[in-house]
């Protein structure tokens, strides 16, 4: 049997990592500005990680939704505290496709509406009703198009406005930044509006913070430099460091009801290790504080690069675009100085690092750009 062929991949077999640094299989050391699509978030193979995960391996690793899973509740716990949203409930899945799934389920159960607004360039992920909330009609089969989705032009709250006033519209769901569309960034005063409007008419607004939370962006949530108290909160990714893990955060408004939601192995007894760990390391090591000012750095160190056209995003969630075509920037970035990024389209080099990075890494990534660019 094969691997069914749906990912272009580097020629590059990573077969350890350490803090900010990954090995492959040929010995060759690389920095990663990446963080595996925003996953990793405390730095990879942080010793309290790895040992919180085999001591619970040791003990149970899994068992269903059927019984006691104290793991959960600490979880929860810690999460809210440390979210400033410890009012709120918590449903735990699998990945951040899946809790948006099951967002735009709660919504819909609770004022019966099944229409929903999103953004152009907006991705939510690739399940049934999360991809027909992605803007990119290539990934999106004629199975998942019969959703009820209407798109409106990114921060366009006049058109979101005339849509939502109508009244049939069960949920808002937009990105707390916008990640593979680009790092657009939505200001608070947009949000705030959005939610009132929303709030007006019966609306949900859910907010997508599935890249952007976890203290990416120098705050818990991208949507914190506001005063919106969404209705939902989506996350994944960095929740888990790597470990398979997703949530919804639920405001005490909605009413929980037995088998409205449901999942195997969401919450279990590894995964909640795994996203305790995080937690913990999160703040005993000030992840969230130290995003903010590497951001920053990173952010002032990239201002004068060579064709650089605009600079977007906050804390470690940046976007370099240039006034070119990045693939081979990117490439030799890769190949010939040994750096991971990401990028957005054809000209923007997407920077999304474990919050553990630090200045001097940052001086690396920017004088390798230097270097490349002085010989373009």
């Given amino acids: 049997m094969n691997i069914f062929n749906v990912y272009p991949l580097f020629d590059i077999e990573p077969v350890k990592a350490i803090g900010t640094r990954i090995l492959d299989s040929k010995g060759n050391q690389y920095l990663d500005f990446y963080g595996g699509h925003a996953v990793i978030s405390i730095g990879h193979s942080h010793p309290e990680y790895v040992k919180a995960i085999t001591d619970q391996l040791n003990k149970i690793a899994f068992y269903s939704n059927s019984v006691i899973i104290g793991q959960q509740k600490e979880v929860a716990e810690k999460l809210g505290r440390l979210s400033g949203y410890p009012d709120y409930s918590l449903f735990l899945c699998n990945s951040g496709a899946e809790a948006n799934e099951n967002a735009l389920k709660l919504a819909s159960f609770t004022n019966k509406r099944s229409k929903v607004i999103a953004f152009k360039e907006a991705f939510h992920g690739r399940t049934?009703?999360?991809?027909?909330?992605?803007?990119?009609?290539?990934?999106?089969?004629?199975?998942?198009?019969?959703?009820?989705?209407?798109?409106?032009?990114?921060?366009?709250?006049?058109?979101?406005?005339?849509?939502?006033?109508?009244?049939?519209v069960s949920a808002v769901i937009i990105e707390g930044i916008q990640g593979v569309g680009g790092i657009y960034v939505p200001e608070p005063a947009f949000l705030e509006e959005l939610h009132a409007i929303s709030k007006q008419h019966g609306t949900f607004l859910i907010l997508d913070e599935i890249q952007s939370g976890y203290?990416?962006?120098?705050?818990?949530?991208?949507h914190q430099y506001s005063a919106v108290r969404p209705d939902i909160i989506t996350v994944a990714k960095g929740m888990g460091n790597g470990f398979p893990i997703g949530g919804v955060l639920i405001s005490p408004i909605f009413e929980a009801k037995f088998g409205m939601l449901g999942t195997t192995f969401g919450g279990n007894h590894l995964a909640c290790a795994a996203a305790k760990a995080v937690l913990d390391i999160i703040e005993e090591e000030e992840l969230i504080e130290n995003a903010a000012i590497v951001g920053t750095y990173l952010i002032e160190r990239s201002k004068n690069l060579k064709g650089i056209k605009e600079i977007r995003g906050i804390g470690l969630m940046v976007g370099l675009e240039f006034d070119f075509d990045i693939t081979q920037l990117r490439k030799d970035l890769l190949f010939d100085h040994n750096i991971f990024t990401g990028y957005s389209g054809k000209n923007t080099l997407r920077?999304?690092?474990?919050?553990?990075?630090?200045?001097?890494?940052?001086?690396?990534?920017?004088?390798?750009?230097?270097?490349?660019?002085?010989?373009?």
């Fill in 215 to 222: 203290g990416r962006s120098g705050k818990f949530f991208a």
């Fill in 128 to 168: 049934s009703g999360a991809v027909a909330c992605t803007d990119n009609p290539s990934i999106i089969s004629p199975f998942n198009a019969g959703h009820q989705v209407e798109f409106i032009e990114r921060f366009n709250i006049d058109a979101a406005r005339i849509s939502i006033e109508k009244g049939d």
């Fill in 351 to 376: 920077l999304l690092p474990p919050l553990s990075i630090n200045k001097n890494d940052v001086d690396i990534l920017v004088n390798a750009l230097e270097a490349i660019l002085s010989n373009q």
